[in-house]
C-alpha cells in the first residue's frame, strides 16, 4: 500500500500537494507517501510568499520552518565558514549547546556527520561521501549511503520522540554534461503540518551542498514517509486552524 504524490517542481508545491492527499484519507494519515521535488532548491526560502505563511504559523505554534531545516543541515554556517571548516564550529559552536546526552541532539547534521562512539578518530560519514563523489578515481554511482537510526540509541519502548528520520541514499545519474545528484530518504515518522517543509527545505540544501563540494550537478528529491499525517502542532492548534493554514497558503 502507497500514495504516490504527483512530481512537483519545488518544496512548497510538494508539501501542499502531499498535504492535500495525505489529509484526504482517513484519519488524516497515510502508509509510504512518495513526494518527488524536481528542484529542491527552488524558492526555498522565506522570501517566497507561500513558504512565509507557513513559517508565521508555525512560529505561533511549533518550529518554525528555518528551525526545522537547520536541524538537517545549517546552510547560514556553510556559507560562513566554508567546508570543512564548518562541521568544526557546528560541533563548538551548536552542538556543545545542544547536546544534552550521547543519544540524541535533535540535529540530524550531528548523526550525519559522526559515527556512534564519538571519537575524533572516526570518519565523519557526510563528508567522506562529498570526497568519493569528487574523486575522479571512484566510478562508484550507487553506493553512498547514510544511516541515521541507530538501534542501539532509538530503539526504546516510548511511541514518541527520537529521530523520524531514519536513511539517506545519495545516487549519481549520468547526464549529458557531468554527473547529476539525486537523493531519496526514508522517515519512520512524518508530521506534515509541523515537520514537512522544513524537511524538504533542509534536505534540499543538504543535496546542494554536497553536489556543490562534490562538482556534479543537483538533480531531484525523492521522500518516503513509512508513515504520515496531518498533525495540529500545538496545544492550542485546531483542525480550523490548519484548515486557514492550507487557505493562505493557496493564497499567497
Not at 497515510?30 to 507561500?50: E, T, Y
Amino acid at each position: 500500500m502507497y500514495l504516490a504524490v504527483p512530481p512537483q517542481p519545488d518544496c512548497g508545491t510538494a508539501w501542499r500537494e502531499a498535504v492535500r492527499l495525505v489529509d484526504a484519507n482517513p484519519g488524516h494519515e497515510a502508509h509510504n507517501v512518495i513526494i518527488d521535488v524536481v528542484s529542491p532548491i527552488a524558492g526555498a526560502d522565506r522570501a517566497n510568499p507561500k513558504i512565509a505563511v507557513v513559517n508565521s504559523f508555525l512560529e505561533k505554534h511549533e518550529k518554525a520552518v528555518e528551525a526545522v531545516a537547520n536541524t538537517i543541515f545549517p546552510q547560514s554556517l556553510y556559507y560562513s565558514f566554508g567546508a570543512p571548516e564548518f562541521f568544526k564550529v557546528f560541533d563548538e559552536k551548536v552542538l556543545s549547546k545542544v547536546r544534552k546526552n550521547d543519544r540524541w541532539s535533535g540535529y540530524y547534521f550531528e548523526r550525519m556527520t559522526h559515527l556512534p562512539g564519538g571519537s575524533d578518530n572516526l570518519p565523519n560519514p557526510l563528508w567522506d561521501i562529498v570526497r568519493r563523489i569528487s574523486d575522479p578515481d571512484v566510478t562508484a554511482l550507487n553506493k553512498f549511503e547514510l544511516a541515521i537510526f541507530d538501534p542501539l540509541r532509538d530503539i526504546d519502548d516510548s511511541p514518541y520522540g527520537g529521530q523520524c528520520l531514519s536513511f539517506l541514499s545519495f545516487k549519481l545519474a549520468q547526464s549529458a554534461n557531468r554527473k547529476k545528484l539525486n537523493l531519496t530518504v526514508m522517515y519512520r515518522n512524518h508530521y506534515y503540518i509541523e515537520k514537512l517543509l522544513g524537511n524538504l527545505i533542509g534536505l534540499g540544501r543538504l543535496m546542494d551542498f554536497v553536489a556543490r563540494e562534490g562538482q556534479v550537478e543537483l538533480g531531484s528529491l525523492t521522500v518516503i514517509s513509512t508513515h504520515a499525517v496531518i498533525d495540529q502542532p500545538g496545544k492550542a492548534t485546531k483542525r480550523a486552524d490548519i484548515e486557514k493554514l492550507l487557505a493562505d497558503f493557496d493564497s499567497a
